[in-house]
């Protein structure tokens, strides 16, 4: 059974950095694509960035220039790399893949649970 799972959450002062990841386990044959999704309190969930093979990335406009998508290809896992953080950057971070589970024929999308990323002022 594939399963996300997610990693790295936590407090820091804006102006701070922050890695959150994502692993992927379970048989999987390939990610096509990945992607992060933010929903602060009061808030509508947000796409933050993503990753489609073969490399291309995508950011919102709020991170470009200070959030980083990557993939580690042999080890199914995805991380986002946050800088110069600011409070409006707080929200429970999920990931999501569209991922061809071994034995399956068609892409599925799947859901981590979600990790809170708080920046304090």
């Known amino acids: 059974q594939v399963q996300l799972m997610e990693s790295g959450g936590g407090e820091v002062q804006a102006g701070g950095s922050l890695r959150v990841s994502c692993e992927a386990s379970?048989?999987?044959?390939?990610?096509?694509?990945w992607r992060w999704y933010r929903q602060a309190p009061g808030k509508q969930r947000e796409l933050v960035a993503s990753?489609?093979?073969?490399?291309?990335?995508n950011y919102t406009d709020s991170v470009k220039g200070r959030f980083t998508i990557s993939r580690d290809l042999t080890k199914n896992i995805q991380h986002l790399q946050m800088n110069a953080l600011k409070a409006e950057d707080t929200a429970v971070y999920t990931c999501?893949?569209?991922?061809?589970?071994?034995?399956?024929?068609?892409?599925?999308?799947?859901w981590g649970q979600g990790i809170q990323v708080t920046v304090s002022s």
């Open positions: 990753s489609t093979l073969p490399g291309l990335t």
């Open positions: 379970g048989r999987i044959v390939g990610i096509k694509t």
């Open positions: 999501n893949a569209d991922l061809i589970p071994t034995g399956a024929i068609s892409i599925r999308t799947y």
